[in-house]
């Protein structure tokens, strides 16, 4: 992270929504995801970023929707830079209560966003509302109010799609490979595990699941350690703990990728989610 960067996160208590606000320079961070649903707007300058397998390109007034597992990276076009205020939605609380404003929403599905990028006044007034009193100490009315806000903008963007143990538009193969990394992230896996249970040789593997997900096996697996790293630091494991329980060589090496994907320390990250101090 360049030395004009910076970046503000905290996480809500009782809701586990995090709210970040940051400024980056020059490259931004890795290709990654969240398992959370990202809503946010840029205040300030270019915000280009490859997601969906487009170039997007979020400029100030443009909102920009995510959804859990979706690829993407960062990175600034100009010399100023961008700054964007975004919420992380936990992906449960999304569902449970998308559920309870949609009485007729259809069983055996999740909430989706149609389109990554739009323009809306009205959504980027709830997002900024939503943002504020999640982070300062408010009355508990005040704060269910404007995340009900919120929902209700949402909700003219998000359409709701079926749950599939298999997605009929990928190869088996790579849904196999996945399914296996998900079991067992924490295990030292090489490839050639994967190519048996996927029933190819590994280069076949290799290519189906790059054309799947977007990156190659050994990403995603790292991807994986690094979603289940956020949860553990938000309930005050340390660093050096979290990096044993999910396979990382040692805390460095877990805080280079850690670094590379969200711009801070697992450290940082720990002590804005849990109120304890750096370990």
């Known amino acids: 992270m360049s030395p004009q960067s910076w970046i503000d996160l905290r996480q809500d208590a009782s809701t586990g929504i995090e709210t970040i606000r940051a400024h980056f320079t020059g490259h931004a961070y890795d290709p990654h995801w969240h398992d959370s649903y990202l809503v946010g707007y840029t205040e300030q300058g270019i915000q280009q ?28 076009v100009a010399p100023e830079g961008f700054t964007y205020s975004m919420l992380y939605l936990d992906a449960q609380w999304m569902e449970r209560e998308l559920r309870a404003v949609f009485e007729d929403a259809p069983a055996h599905c999740q909430p989706g966003f149609a389109q990554t990028l739009r323009e809306d006044p009205a959504l980027i007034s709830a997002i900024g509302s939503a943002y504020t009193v999640l982070q300062q100490p408010e ?79 050994h990403a995603y697996l790292v991807q994986m350690r690094l979603a289940r790293a956020r949860h553990l630091l938000a309930r005050g494991a340390t660093p050096a703990d979290v990096a044993v329980a999910l396979g990382f060589a040692d805390q460095s090496h877990l805080g280079r990728w850690f670094r590379r994907a969200y711009g801070l320390t697992p450290a940082h990250y720990r002590k804005r989610c849990s109120n304890l101090p750096d370990a």
């Open 49 to 76: 970023f490859h997601c969906r397998r487009e170039v997007q390109r979020s400029t100030p007034g443009k909102v920009f929707t995510l959804e859990p597992g979706e690829i993407h990276d960062g990175y600034a």
């Open 139 to 217: 009355l508990r009315i005040v704060r269910q109010s404007a995340l009900d806000a919120l929902l209700a903008q949402l909700t003219a963007h998000l359409h709701w799609r079926a749950h599939h143990a298999f997605d009929p538009r990928l190869p088996l193969v790579a849904q196999r490979a996945r399914d296996y990394l998900h079991d067992h992230l924490d295990h030292d896996i090489g490839l050639d595990d994967l190519a048996a249970i996927s029933g190819v040789d590994r280069y076949r593997l290799t290519r189906a699941f790059k054309a799947a997900f977007g990156i190659a096996p």
